[in-house]
């Protein structure tokens, strides 16, 4: 029988072919973007996602983290937007991708991501140095209403979590506030344990720590009831202000990713919930046990446009067309 290789070739390519693209998602490295400054609460949270991955081997490739802080989470948003069918990048983002292109007219709105899931709520707080005149919330409070704007509290960026905790708060004790954005939370911490600042309001877990070492005393918490780990600590609700805030860690890919990759982020998120790391972070910085998976990201975010539009609308962050 003749062999004739110059028939035999393109059958040969065509099936080598078929095997490279037949190879499992993901065949190299994802990019996590976190879009605040290293040490923050996303940044924390990201790097606790890529770890468990590693170490449970939930994912055949690494998870690397990227830090591209800046704009209240623009800078990051507008990187992982451009990636558009990319499955290869994905986000920690969540009211942030909603404030963002309302206060900025930027195009990254949540129609340019993919919702992959969302695995706790990272509670705000309010705190103070140790050695703060205002030992309670109703000190602070009396001060703020007393010398309006004098009072300064550390917040990350406008549009965020800590933002509208301190401006329900505004709204429901008549309190005026001077607020501070920082890159991010270990900053805005840094700048009360300084001097530089009266108050943060952020993430419990990024005062945790401080509040451990008695360098930060908590004056109160936006959740529906005292914390286990807390027991000391009343909420803000306990003390006449009916409010819950905080970060919702959910992720997000560019638009138009393949299904199949999609799917494989989704239950990667669903094993990270699900795993005792992630538990015992959960624990450590007093979350809220909070599980979406993508369809309900995505409700949750739809739910969120009209109370987020309204809340940016007062306090005259809304880009004016």
Known sequence: MEFRFGLLAPILIAAAAATVNAQPYPTRHIELVSPTGAGGGSDLVARTVAEIVAKEKLLPQPIIVQNRAGGGGAVGQTYVAGKRGDPYIFIQAAISL?????????????????????IGMDLNSLSVSEDSPYRSLKDLLAAARAKPKTISVGITFPGGSAHGMMHRLEKLSGARFNLVSFKSGTESVTAVMGGHIQATAENLGEVMSQVETKKLRLLGVPSANRLAGLPNVP????QG????????????????IPRDAAKVLE???AKVHKSSAWR????????????????????WLAAQQVEMTQFLTEMGLALKK
Not at 99 to 117: C, Y
Not at 235 to 238: A, G
């Open 98 to 118: 909603i404030s963002v292109p309302i206060r900025t007219g930027l195009d990254v709105g949540v129609d340019k991501f993919t919702a992959l899931g969302a």
């Open 241 to 256: 202000f009916d409010i819950h805030a905080g970060g919702l860690r959910g992720f997000v890919a560019p638009a138009a």
């Open 235 to 238: 909420t803000l609700k306990e």
């Open 280 to 299: 015992d972070y959960m624990a450590r910085n007093m979350y809220e046990d909070v599980y979406m998976n993508a369809e309900e990201l995505a409700r």
């Open 267 to 269: 239950d990667m998120l």
